[in-house]
């Protein structure tokens, strides 16, 4: 069974700015959602080979090797087929959609043999709504229709490509279409795939793909080249940069967690949740990458969302979800899709997310970081915004001293975590900051208060004398690797002895060769059976706080190790198993945010090293 399925870090990730898709090496879209990120999927083979669905285009008959690349400083991604006839070449691209919501999207899958010969086939093979619904195919002059009872996917050829299929043709069953071509070194051929075209499929001339591949090269090519980064590590950064891009649904400016749904973060598992929503974490997190990199309206935009749900904040009840789907609609109801196995028989697949009704204290302190970052760059709240901001400082002010439920989401009760009274010490730190550069309303008096008071807690609470260790809970001798940011939050200096006998107990326990674990679920039971591997993003919080404590040289060769755990293409997902392979959704944006942050600080600490 598992050799069916590929790697999770073997794919390529291609988008439009509303939705994305997966494709592996061997030139199958695994995983694409339409018509945006949180939609059911149409082609879900990599949480089920025979019941998701896939749409393949690769060498037909003949044994060959593929490698992926992307065109530089863009998400176009090439796929390239090796064969003892020739040499060809796959690129897939989605055409970029702006900022209006739409129906239709365009998923191009271009192909030019470079050297000798080769056919090829295609395998277009939908399954809509997570492969529960039926659909009908329509036969037009051009192209094929397939018709749910949610949405239509048509599939068209180039003109250049009907040419040159074999004598049998285009073959269509009950299941899907396929058909094979043969090209000779020169030639260019493909199919385009839409979904919600409003009329019959037409076939496109090569000449009109290549303008549109390179309108994508030029748009990709044009944002990336408005970075300001100039430091060490620039590639690494600009990937991560435009993974995130990626990744954001430009109508409202909201970033999705992760594109994917349900791969595991133990194999056979049963940690697999639905990442394909925005949570107010990971997005506030996004506003320090991005300004660091200078990329101040795609900040500017993310704000704009979140002073939206701030401004919607529910009277008498939690002020914020968790997360939100990407128009900011609060529903987010968890099921299983018990007819899918799961990736290589990860079950249970899970699509929403009931994560979203918990108490998670540390998502305000995120947010009036986020908030205050951007007030430091002149991103000043409107009226309305500062008095919402204002009225959740005040809710937090009444609920931060009560158990809750934690940054990692743990489904074994609550607790009173060191991590969210960090955070909400930091969220009332940086309100008054805010308050006092701006002259902006308040009752900075009581937050005041209650910050110290929260201050003094953490250090006679949340620091275990026994352990001489910060720990993830009071009462509890359990490390934590979230507390690796609390120096980067300034609640303690990175020289205090309480922080430095931390890091020591965190560097035997936590750390496996450079990777970081989150903490030991054995030690910590978290609701779930089964164990995970190392979290990436802790793995770069640890590289700063090396960094800040002085230890400069560990924390070069901690990144740089770090660097050689990315996939081909220089994707991370959420995990590193044991075995050195990617788990969990993928592409991780909470990965490739600390990737960012971290790079941009430790260059910066770099050079100061050198004046």
């Known amino acids: 069974m598992e050799a069916t399925y590929p790697a999770i870090e073997a794919h390529g990730l291609i988008g439009d700015l509303q939705t994305a898709a997966l494709i592996s090496a061997d030139g199958a879209v695994d995983w694409f959602c339409a018509p945006r990120f949180d939609s059911p999927s149409v082609f879900g083979a990599l949480l ?137 070194a020169g030639d260019i051929g493909g199919v385009v795939l839409e979904t919600a075209c409003p009329h019959a499929p037409r076939a496109m001339s090569t000449e009109e793909a290549c303008d549109l591949l390179a309108e994508t090269r030029d748009y990709w090519r044009r944002w990336v080249g408005g970075s300001r980064y100039k430091g060490r590590w620039r590639e690494v950064v600009e990937r991560s940069a435009m993974t995130l891009k990626l990744m954001t649904y430009a109508p409202t400016g909201a970033l999705v967690a992760a594109p994917t749904a349900g791969l595991p973060e133990q194999i056979g598992g049963q940690r697999n949740w639905d990442y394909r929503y925005t949570w107010i974490r990971d997005a506030s997190f996004s506003v320090h990458a991005l300004l660091r990199l200078g990329f101040t309206d795609e900040a500017q935009k993310y704000l704009f969302w979140l002073n939206e749900r701030i401004r919607e904040a529910r009277d008498g009840g939690l002020p914020l979800q968790v997360m939100y789907r990407i128009d900011g609609s609060p529903d987010l109801d968890e099921e299983v899709l018990g007819h899918l196995e799961g990736y290589r028989g990860s079950a249970p697949v ?51 001293d009560q158990p809750e439920d934690g940054i990692w989401e743990t489904r074994s009760g609550r607790q009173d975590f060191t991590y969210g009274r960090v955070l909400s010490w930091v969220a009332l730190d ?12 308040g009752d900075t008096a009581r937050w005041a208060t209650e910050r110290d008071a929260i201050y003094q ?16 809970h009071y009462g509890s001798d359990i490390l934590d690797a979230s507390l690796l940011a609390m120096p980067g939050l300034n609640i303690i200096s990175p020289t205090d002895p309480m922080w430095e006998s931390t890091l020591r107990a965190m560097d035997a326990e936590l750390v496996s060769d450079s990777l970081v674990y989150r903490y030991d679920p054995k030690a910590s039971p978290d609701g779930l059976a089964g164990t995970e591997g190392t979290f990436n993003m802790c793995t770069f919080w ?48 909470f990965s490739h945010l600390s990737l960012i942050s971290t790079a941009a600080h430790l260059d910066d600490l770099l050079d100061k090293e050198q004046c």
């Not at 250090?459 to 910060?470: D, I």
């Not at 770090?562 to 991370?572: E, K, N, V």
């Open 457 to 472: 807690q953490v250090m006679t609470r949340g620091f275990n004398q026994e352990r001489r260790a910060f720990v993830q």
């Open 48 to 184: 089920d080979h025979d019941k998701g669905g896939y749409f393949r285009l690769t060498p037909d008959g003949i044994d060959y090797t593929s490698k992926q690349l992307y065109l530089p400083e863009t998400p176009i991604l090439i796929t390239r087929f090796h064969s003892a006839d020739g040499v060809g070449e796959l690129l897939d691209f989605m055409p970029v959609t702006g900022e209006r919501a739409t129906d239709q999207h365009r998923l191009i899958r271009l192909v030019r043999m470079v050297r000798g010969s080769m056919r090829f086939r295609f395998d277009c093979h939908p399954r809509f709504n997570y492969g529960r619904d039926p659909y009908e195919m329509e036969v037009h002059p051009e192209g094929d229709v397939f018709r749910s009872p949610t949405l239509t996917l048509s599939i068209a050829p180039f003109k250049d490509s009907e040419r040159k299929f074999d004598a049998r043709g285009v073959r269509r069953d009950a299941d899907g279409v396929s058909a094979s071509f043969t090209l000779q």
């Open 542 to 589: 640890y590289v700063q706080a090396l960094a800040q404590a002085g230890r400069l040289d560990d924390a070069r060769l901690t990144f740089e190790k770090m660097l050689t755990y990315a996939s081909p293409l220089g994707l991370y997902s959420e995990e590193i198993a044991p075995t050195g392979e990617q788990i969990g959704n993928f592409p991780q944006a």
């Open 350 to 400: 899970r699509i929403g997310n009931g994560a979203a009704g918990q108490l998670q204290l540390d998502i305000y302190g995120e947010a009036l970081l986020s908030l205050e970052l951007a007030d430091r760059n002149g991103l000043i709240p409107p009226y309305e915004g500062w008095r919402k901001t204002a009225a959740l400082v005040d809710w937090l002010c009444e609920h931060w």
């Open 430 to 441: 940086r309100a008054i900051r805010i308050a006092h550069r701006r002259g902006r309303p």
